[in-house]
């Protein structure tokens, strides 16, 4: 028989029937667990003051004998499978689609892809598994993959509440910003000097208020904004209708291959089509990624703009869970060239020169080098010096191998890397002075902070980019200098307090064994310590 389509990354139990003597033939079933309609954990009735929970695909192993009571079947036996499909999107060349067409078709056949992932129940008889995998069409070299009996843990994030506060983080409200207190104008207060907005910290309110305050402002004339991932319900989207109510040129540069948001950001750009927005679909051959916005104003005959320039997306909701930056100011050194990158959007044929941005594709890589030839350059005069990197993901080879050359000349290194880290510190004559830590914790670490020393005169930058190729060859990532000496000072202390943490750290080491750093005498949660050095700076001022 035609074995069943398995949807991409959707639970089945695989269901093993069999009688009491071998002369009963034993069949195979396939149950999907309802998850789409059915919460994957069902609370039951409490008893003596306990709470009872048990999972969806518990229930339905409980019940097996009853759903297949029809039969004569004694022996039920029942195993976790799921599926993984292609998820790159396959986008045809025809010239007479437009491109969100094509992006919605290649939506639909991701849906149907080849699997490219097949995880089961180790427990799962060896005869059962090689009857799925061949009806699957799967090799024994392709990713098949032994697990346990429950897959899919992204779904505990709704996990049901139990209504005991012990078993939930204490509540830490986002912050006023120092230099925002009282402050009737966001961009005001821009216009004096520049903000540092640090999430989930402070609130991601103070970004739509910005938002809002340009939409409304009689002076201003133009927004312009990256979108790649935002919120189902956006409070940035509403202010850039508003802006087009008001009579703004609004320009939004929507990203419609940003890896699972596709279909929403499809609703969005169609939503922002018909009120007005000019929409554009990035660049062909290159995935937008930088978080910019460019505000213009105009004072009598006198243009001001404002550039917002950050690490994360413009989404409320992950604003919430993950740590990120927003540098918003009005230097012409910085303004001027977020406004070079909106021109090469609107037109890619036309390469500019950055003399303060580090712009992906064209300077990222060479960039980076050049800050880490100088720090060489420096410990070779006998000079002190040192490199902080805190990313997401350390991949690409050849800056790794530039850090090596650099550990080997005697520059200090220190790595935070919440991801995936190809780089191995500590391995003698190669790695000795680089060390590395991973924080997990409530919040996500996002931000992407780089630190040179320069012989006392540090250079500091926030990125909307990670160090793998992706990033500095095939995509518009935006690297910004911190010129702001407090701005500085400050994510210099974060970096320093990051570094310093013994409880949510973990070692990153050849052995990967992910141990965590070994506690002091004071114990240092380094995001606790960075919400409370917040919230002492904001103290001072009140």
């Given at each position: 028989?035609?074995?069943p389509w398995?949807?991409?990354d959707?639970?089945y139990?695989?269901?093993?029937l069999s009688?009491?003597?071998?002369e009963?033939k034993a069949?195979?079933?396939?149950?999907?667990i309802?998850t789409n309609?059915?919460?994957?954990f069902?609370q039951i009735?409490?008893e003596?003051?306990q709470k009872?929970?048990i999972?969806?695909e518990d229930?339905i192993?409980h019940?097996l004998?009853?759903i297949?009571?029809?039969?004569?079947f004694?022996k039920?036996k029942?195993?976790?499978?799921k599926?993984?499909?292609?998820?790159?999107l396959?986008?045809d060349?025809?010239?007479?689609k437009?491109f969100i067409d094509k992006i919605?078709?290649s939506l639909?056949?991701r849906k149907?892809?080849?699997?490219v992932?097949f995880?089961?129940?180790?427990?799962?008889p060896?005869?059962?598994?090689?009857?799925?995998t061949?009806k699957?069409?799967?090799?024994?070299d392709e990713n098949?993959i032994?697990?346990?009996?429950?897959?899919n843990?992204?779904?505990?994030?709704?996990?049901p509440?139990v209504n005991?506060?012990?078993?939930y983080?204490?509540n830490l409200?986002?912050?006023?910003?120092?230099?925002?207190?009282g402050s009737?104008?966001i961009m005001?207060?821009?216009?004096?000097q520049d903000?540092?907005l640090?999430?989930?910290?402070q609130?991601?309110?103070?970004?739509?208020d910005?938002?809002r305050?340009a939409?409304?402002?009689?002076?201003?004339?133009?927004?312009?904004i990256n979108?790649y991932r935002v919120a189902?319900?956006?409070?940035?989207i509403?202010?850039?209708?508003?802006?087009v109510?008001?009579g703004?040129?609004?320009?939004?540069i929507v990203?419609l291959?940003a890896r699972f948001?596709?279909?929403?950001n499809?609703r969005?750009?169609?939503?922002?089509?018909?009120?007005?927005v000019?929409?554009?679909f990035?660049i062909?051959?290159?995935?937008?990624?930088?978080?910019?916005?460019?505000?213009?104003?105009?004072?009598k005959n006198?243009?001001?703009?404002?550039?917002?320039?950050g690490?994360?997306?413009?989404?409320?909701?992950?604003?919430?869970i993950?740590?990120?930056?927003?540098?918003?100011?009005?230097?012409?050194?910085?303004?001027?060239?977020v406004h070079?990158?909106f021109?090469?959007f609107?037109n890619?044929?036309?390469?500019?020169?950055?003399?303060?941005?580090?712009?992906?594709?064209?300077?990222?890589?060479n960039?980076?080098?050049s800050?880490i030839n100088?720090?060489?350059?420096?410990?070779?005069k006998g000079?002190?010096?040192?490199i902080?990197?805190k990313?997401?993901?350390?991949v690409?080879?050849?800056?790794?191998d530039k850090?090596?050359?650099?550990?080997q000349?005697?520059v200090?290194?220190?790595?935070?890397?919440r991801?995936?880290?190809?780089?191995?510190p500590g391995?003698?004559?190669?790695?000795?002075n680089i060390?590395?830590i991973?924080?997990?914790?409530?919040?996500?670490?996002h931000?992407?902070?780089?630190y040179?020393?320069?012989d006392g005169d540090?250079?500091v930058?926030?990125?909307?980019a990670?160090?793998?190729?992706?990033?500095?060859?095939?995509?518009?990532e935006v690297?910004?200098p911190?010129y702001?000496?407090?701005?500085?000072?400050l994510?210099?202390n974060i970096l320093?307090i990051?570094?310093e943490?013994n409880?949510?750290a973990?070692?990153?080491s050849?052995?990967?064994?992910?141990?965590?750093?070994?506690?002091?005498?004071?114990?240092i949660?380094?995001?606790?310590?960075t919400?409370q050095y917040?919230?002492n700076?904001?103290?001072?001022?009140?």
């Amino acid at each position: 028989d035609e074995f069943p389509w398995l949807k991409n990354d959707a639970i089945y139990l695989a269901i093993h029937l069999s009688g009491i003597d071998e002369e009963v033939k034993a069949e195979y079933a396939l149950i999907e667990i309802p998850t789409n309609v059915l919460p994957r954990f069902v609370q039951i009735p409490s008893e003596g003051g306990q709470k009872f929970i048990i999972i969806l695909e518990d229930i339905i192993r409980h019940y097996l004998h009853d759903i297949f009571s029809f039969f004569k079947f004694k022996k039920i036996k029942a195993y976790t499978i799921k599926i993984t499909r292609d998820a790159e999107l396959d986008i045809d060349d025809d010239f007479n689609k437009s491109f969100i067409d094509k992006i919605s078709k290649s939506l639909k056949n991701r849906k149907v892809a080849d699997p490219v992932r097949f995880v089961y129940d180790q427990n799962i008889p060896t005869e059962f598994l090689n009857f799925i995998t061949k009806k699957l069409g799967l090799k024994s070299d392709e990713n098949i993959i032994p697990g346990g009996r429950y897959h899919n843990f992204r779904d505990f994030i709704d996990f049901p509440k139990v209504n005991s506060k012990k078993y939930y983080y204490k509540n830490l409200e986002p912050l006023e910003h120092s230099k925002l207190i009282g402050s009737r104008s966001i961009m005001e207060a821009v216009q004096k000097q520049d903000i540092l907005l640090h999430y989930p910290f402070q609130s991601f309110n103070y970004l739509i208020d910005f938002l809002r305050e340009a939409a409304i402002h009689p002076n201003v004339t133009a927004i312009k904004i990256n979108l790649y991932r935002v919120a189902r319900n956006s409070k940035v989207i509403n202010a850039l209708i508003n802006a087009v109510k008001n009579g703004k040129e609004v320009t939004a540069i929507v990203e419609l291959q940003a890896r699972f948001d596709e279909a929403n950001n499809i609703r969005w750009a169609k939503t922002l089509q018909e009120e007005g927005v000019k929409v554009i679909f990035g660049i062909q051959g290159l995935k937008v990624h930088s978080k910019l916005i460019l505000i213009t104003k105009k004072v009598k005959n006198r243009i001001i703009q404002y550039a917002h320039v950050g690490t994360g997306n413009f989404h409320e909701r992950t604003a919430q869970i993950y740590t990120d930056v927003s540098l918003l100011t009005v230097d012409k050194r910085i303004t001027n060239e977020v406004h070079k990158v909106f021109d090469f959007f609107q037109n890619p044929y036309k390469i500019k020169r950055y003399n303060h941005l580090i712009v992906s594709p064209f300077h990222t890589r060479n960039r980076f080098v050049s800050l880490i030839n100088r720090e060489m350059r420096n410990v070779k005069k006998g000079r002190e010096a040192r490199i902080i990197l805190k990313l997401n993901n350390l991949v690409d080879r050849d800056l790794i191998d530039k850090l090596y050359e650099a550990s080997q000349s005697g520059v200090q290194i220190d790595l935070i890397i919440r991801g995936i880290c190809s780089l191995v510190p500590g391995v003698p004559g190669i790695s000795d002075n680089i060390k590395g830590i991973s924080i997990v914790d409530r919040f996500l670490e996002h931000s992407r902070v780089a630190y040179f020393h320069n012989d006392g005169d540090p250079d500091v930058f926030i990125s909307s980019a990670d160090w793998m190729l992706r990033n500095l060859d095939r995509r518009v990532e935006v690297t910004a200098p911190i010129y702001d000496r407090k701005i500085k000072k400050l994510l210099i202390n974060i970096l320093k307090i990051q570094l310093e943490d013994n409880e949510k750290a973990r070692i990153i080491s050849g052995d990967m064994k992910n141990e965590y750093v070994p506690s002091g005498k004071k114990r240092i949660r380094s995001q606790l310590v960075t919400y409370q050095y917040f919230k002492n700076k904001l103290e001072e001022v009140k």
